[in-house]
């Protein structure tokens, strides 16, 4: 799992990947261009991740094709990753990629809170509990996975 880290005054790689207990180099390729501005946001890994796993670039792959392996949409799978749609893709780069029953919701300028429940068919109690923080700022990356109790 990861979530979004608002960037505060004087934050530095270095201390954003000591609070959120990963390093800088992970930082680094979580987020392809980093703003450090004060208000800016980065994704930062989460403790548990069980929502998504790592796919390591092959040599001829590209956004597309991985997408379409995967059952994403392209654009959805570049917003994950911090990359943009036609961003060429290096062998050996680690990309994001949602697992099975995980669906995935990037926000966009004037989303509600009712308008993503109702996407994921949810209910709030859900989505809170599985997404840590929830801004509705464009971007920001919403998750939901069916619950079986």
Known sequence: MYSVYKIMFGDTLDTIA??????????????????MNVDSYIVVPANSNDSFFTYIVKSGDNL????????ISAQDLASINGIKIDDYLY????????????NIY?????DTLDFV??????????????????????DQLIIFKEENF
């Open 106 to 110: 990037v926000t966009k300028e004037g």
């Open 117 to 138: 429940l109702d996407s994921f068919n949810t209910n709030y109690d859900t989505i809170k509990r599985q997404n840590k923080k929830i801004y509705l700022m464009p």
């Open 18 to 35: 000591n609070k959120t207990n990963t390093t800088v180099d992970e930082l680094m390729n979580i987020n392809s261009n980093i703003d």
């Open 64 to 71: 597309y094709q991985i997408a379409r392996e995967y059952n």
């Open 91 to 102: 062998p050996n780069q680690q990309i994001m990629v949602p697992t099975d029953g995980t």
